[in-house]
């Protein structure tokens, strides 16, 4: 059992774009998720797990870089239950294992978030 399903990744060219989606896979977390705060986490290979950015319960978006907010937009439709990653102009160094999770706060340290997806692979090529 897993707790969120992410979607939404696969092989894509630079420049190209993929929308992540994140839901929860249980009853509980799915009624509930309109107090989460959702974040957005990544791991390049070889490399730690890295915070990309987040949607806070109130709907207030925070990216870590001011690259990925030129490129990248997160949202949240709490009536469906889903949070998004709009990925655009996608580089190599973009090539990770893409997680969300879900928590009482928006932070970027993963440790603060209990409930987790297994991630969805996107692969940039050149």
């Known amino acids: 059992q897993e707790q969120l399903v992410e979607t939404g990744g696969g092989l894509v060219q630079a420049g190209g774009s993929l929308n992540l989606s994140c839901t929860p896979a249980?009853?509980?977390?799915?009624?509930?998720?309109?107090?989460?705060?959702v974040g957005w986490f990544r791991r390049p290979p070889g490399k730690e797990r890295e915070f990309v950015g987040g949607?806070?319960?109130?709907?207030?978006?925070?990216f870590a870089s001011d690259s990925d907010k030129g490129r990248f937009t997160i949202a949240r439709d709490n009536a469906e239950a889903t949070a998004y990653l709009q990925m655009n102009n996608l580089q190599p160094e973009d090539t990770a294992v893409y997680y969300c999770?879900?928590?009482?706060?928006?932070?970027?340290?993963?440790?603060?978030?209990?409930?987790w997806g297994r991630g969805t692979q996107v692969t940039v090529s050149s």
């Open positions: 999770a879900v928590g009482g706060v928006l932070t970027s340290s993963w440790r603060r978030y209990a409930n």
């Open positions: 249980v009853i509980a977390l799915k009624r509930a998720f309109r107090t989460y705060a």
């Open positions: 949607i806070s319960r109130s709907d207030t978006s925070t």
